[in-house]
């Protein structure tokens, strides 16, 4: 959450949030992007609720800094992965990161970072695909928040 103070208001836009519960993402088909899957828990939410995905209940469209780190592991080992940010279903690309994750035994870590206009009603959500269909990727431990970038 970030808060501005000034001669005319207190701005409080934002959310902090993290995986309480992780769980397996399948990723079917290769090189497509699925819903990251597990059970979040929000410490802090100002202006935005999960329904889901996390949505943007302003009252006036902001722009705001998405931030992802996670740690992903995967029961396909030489599998590249990604993660990117979905705003209103559609791909953000500047989101996009991977990792080539060489085996299964360990975690391994990735996180993206993009600034987007949001209007009341516009969502985000974080998904991820693997380059070998079937292969499912767990995110053992994610945080993610939403800080307003311009105010």
Same mark, same amino acid.
């Not at 006036?60 to 996670?70: E, G, L």
């Not at 060489?102 to 209007?119: I, P, R």
């Given at each position: 959450?970030?808060?501005?103070?000034?001669s005319?208001?207190?701005?409080?836009?934002?959310?902090?949030?993290?995986?309480?519960?992780?769980?397996?993402? +399948?990723?079917?088909?290769?090189?497509?992007?699925?819903? %990251?899957? $597990?059970?979040?828990?929000?410490?802090?939410?100002e202006?935005?609720?999960?329904?889901?995905?996390?949505?943007?209940?302003?009252?006036?469209?902001?722009?705001?800094?998405?931030?992802?780190?996670?740690?992903?592991?995967?029961?396909?080992?030489?599998?590249?992965?990604?993660?990117?940010?979905?705003?209103?279903?559609?791909?953000?690309?500047?989101?996009?990161?991977?990792?080539?994750?060489?085996?299964? +035994?360990?975690?391994?870590?990735? $996180?993206?970072?993009?600034v987007?206009?949001?209007?009341? $009603?516009?969502?985000?959500?974080?998904?991820?695909?693997?380059?070998?269909?079937?292969?499912?990727?767990?995110?053992?431990?994610?945080?993610?928040?939403?800080? %307003?970038?311009f105010?």
């Amino acid at each position: 959450m970030t808060v501005h103070r000034s001669s005319q208001a207190i701005i409080k836009d934002g959310v902090y949030a993290y995986l309480s519960t992780p769980a397996e993402t +399948t990723c079917t088909l290769a090189d497509t992007y699925y819903f %990251l899957e $597990g059970t979040f828990t929000n410490e802090v939410l100002e202006q935005w609720e999960i329904t889901p995905p996390l949505t943007y209940i302003g009252a006036a469209p902001r722009y705001f800094k998405i931030t992802v780190n996670a740690s992903i592991t995967t029961d396909t080992a030489n599998n590249l992965i990604h993660i990117a940010l979905y705003k209103n279903g559609a791909l953000q690309g500047n989101s996009q990161m991977g990792i080539f994750i060489k085996n299964t +035994t360990e975690e391994y870590t990735v $996180g993206t970072v993009d600034v987007l206009e949001f209007n009341p $009603g516009d969502n985000v959500e974080i998904r991820a695909m693997a380059s070998q269909a079937g292969s499912k990727i767990t995110a053992e431990h994610l945080t993610t928040s939403a800080e %307003l970038f311009f105010y």
